[in-house]
């Protein structure tokens, strides 16, 4: 009985520990591009960190370099979008639909 319980317990806490899991992002240096927001708007990611922009909302954007380099995404609606940082500093960015580089759709990623 006492066995029974146990066992009962430690399900419990394995079921809540899987649950916790599950609300942890897929990519812990990603950031979501929704409608129309880019989520988290600042990313700080250490050095030679590749951060991957993944589309979930329906509508079209696009991730435009505020310093204009490299090259923005393609606007899209779907997919996702990558670029690696071997520079510490910080580089803004925006949805050229939704935003500009001081208003609206726009991020940051910060890298140290
Ligand atoms: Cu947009």
Redesign the pocket.
């Known amino acids: 009985m006492r066995t029974r319980i146990l066992l009962s317990a430690l399900l419990i806490v394995v079921a809540a520990a899987a649950c916790s899991d599950s609300t942890a992002p897929a990519n812990p240096n990603g950031v979501n591009?929704a409608?129309?927001s880019f989520s988290p708007g600042v990313r700080t990611v250490a050095l030679n960190t590749t951060v991957t922009w993944t589309w979930t909302g329906g509508?079209?954007?696009?991730v435009t370099w505020t310093a204009g380099s490299p090259a923005a995404s393609t606007t899209q609606s779907s997919g996702t979008y990558q670029r690696s940082f071997d520079t510490a500093g910080t580089f803004d960015y925006y949805?050229?639909?939704?935003?500009t580089p001081t208003t609206g759709?726009r991020g940051s990623v910060t890298v140290q």
């Open positions: 591009v409608d129309n509508s079209q954007h696009n949805c050229s639909i939704h935003g759709m």
